[in-house]
Every structure is written in structure tokens, then in C-alpha cells.
Nanobody, 126 residues
């Protein structure tokens, strides 16, 4: 059983920063067995991929490039978010899927991910 737990959400003013953490309990697997991705979702909208960590490779959605950084330390994945805007307000989710499931365009497809955290709210005010 793979379990994910996010933390670090909160409220910040536009231009500020937050760091999200996702701690994974991998039940005998190693972190290299999984693709780890941060998604976000706003009410009425589909979840969208934000940043992905595939073993040693990181990828970002265009709308966060240069502002967000994904990193990993053992079984914890971080999302450092800088220069936040009101459009970044969302519930942020950490998700994991076995590496073969997240190649190419699938890496930001929510349907490819079997394991999800409970989500953490990020609110950015003007």
C-alpha cells in the first residue's frame, strides 16, 4: 500500500512563496519505482499537472516554469513555489504512479496515477 501525505499549504500574498511537502510511505518499494507529480485543482475545473519528478528528471507545466521547483529527498517530494499569483490558488495534490505509466504526455494525466494524497489548500491573495 502506497500512502501519500501532503503538508505546507496556506495563505500568502501575491509575490510570496510557499513550500509543499509530500511524504510517501512506499511499503517496500523505493522512490525510484515511482513517478511523483504535483497536480492542482480549482472548483469546477479538472486537475492539472504542475510538476513531475521521474527518477532523476524533472518537468514542469509551462505556467509554472521559472517559478516552481520540484525536488526529492528520499521519500519526500517538495514543491517550492515562488512569485505566487492569485491564479495559483488551488488545492494541490501529490500523486504517484509506477514509472512505466508516466512517460511522455502521460506524466501529467491524472488518470495514470493510482495513488493520491488528501490535498493541501494554497490561497494567494492580491
Amino acid at each position: 500500500q502506497v500512502r501519500l501525505m501532503e503538508s505546507g499549504g496556506g495563505s500568502v500574498q501575491s509575490g510570496g512563496s510557499l513550500r509543499l511537502s509530500c511524504t510517501a510511505s512506499l511499503s517496500g518499494y523505493t522512490s525510484n519505482d515511482f513517478c511523483m507529480t504535483w497536480f492542482r485543482q480549482t472548483p469546477g475545473n479538472a486537475r492539472e499537472g504542475v510538476a513531475n519528478f521521474d527518477r532523476t528528471i524533472t518537468r514542469y507545466a509551462d505556467f509554472v516554469k521559472g517559478r516552481f521547483t520540484i525536488s526529492r529527498d528520499k521519500n519526500t517530494v517538495y514543491l517550492q513555489m515562488n512569485n505566487l499569483t492569485t491564479e495559483d490558488t488551488a488545492v494541490y495534490y501529490c500523486a504517484a504512479t509506477p514509472v512505466p505509466n508516466c512517460s511522455g504526455g502521460a506524466r501529467f494525466a491524472p488518470s495514470k496515477y493510482q495513488f493520491w494524497g488528501q490535498g493541501t489548500q494554497v490561497t494567494v491573495s492580491a
